[in-house]
């Protein structure tokens, strides 16, 4: 007697594609050290969010993660002062690394405070091995600062070794049109080779070219 035939096996389900939004979206609370010394020392490619304490960076994280308190925003601007990480990556399975530095330019803050974060910054910024871009936010109605400036001038180097950076004009949903083509021309002068990109989450406007940025950038993939 002929065996019967195997049963066809069932066909494999494939795994959704991960997109940037989706992906931003498992962001999730790794460790914060207020010294530099007390970070990890970690593998996965790193993003710092940098910016001055009223730039709106938390506002930012926690918009292109779809989260409300991923990263901590103060009533107070400049009373955060700790580097905070968040790892990012599907299923738990660590990817990337989000690095939210301390708000800097907060004219409460005490001065000796002040020259120990730009001191803290600044070596985070020139030693961080597995740093691989700079998200710098500025608000595009003040323009860059002479601390944004001071700041561009610590990763020039960087960036003329292929860091990426970003300079990222929050609050855009308060400008004109006429006024943000303005805002990112003048800032586009200013980035020194960095991209620049209007933002406002309000609006949700830039929110998915960023993610697909950090995606590009963490994922060896072309910008």
């Known amino acids: 007697m ?108 005490a001065k000796t405070e002040k020259a120990r974060w730009q001191q803290v910054m600044g070596q985070y910024l020139v030693s961080r091995p597995n740093l691989r871009a700079v998200v710098l936010l500025c608000d595009p109605r003040h323009g860059l600062t002479a601390l944004d400036e001071a700041l561009l001038e610590i990763i020039r180097p960087r960036v003329e070794q292929g860091l990426n950076f970003l300079v990222l004009l929050t609050k855009a949903d308060k400008l004109t049109r006429s006024e943000g083509a303005k805002a990112l021309s003048i800032a586009r002068l200013q980035a020194g080779g960095g991209q620049v990109q209007l933002f406002s989450a309000l609006k949700k406007k830039g929110v998915d070219e960023v993610a697909q940025l950090l995606w590009n950038w963490t994922h060896n993939c072309a910008a």
């Not at 938390?58 to 790892?87: D, E, M, V, Y």
């Open 2 to 109: 002929n065996a019967s035939p195997s049963p066809a096996a069932a066909p494999v389900a494939s795994a959704p594609a991960v997109t940037p939004m989706g992906w931003m979206h498992t962001a999730r609370f790794l460790t914060t050290a207020a010294q530099l010394h007390h970070l990890p020392t970690l593998e996965w490619p790193e993003v710092a969010f940098v910016g001055r304490s009223n730039a709106g960076k938390s506002t930012c994280i926690n918009t292109l993660t779809q989260q409300k308190q991923l990263a901590f925003a103060s009533k107070r601007p400049g009373r955060t002062q700790h580097i905070n990480l968040f790892a990012l990556g599907k299923q738990g399975i660590t990817d990337a690394i989000l690095a939210d530095l301390p708000g800097y330019g907060y004219a409460a803050v």
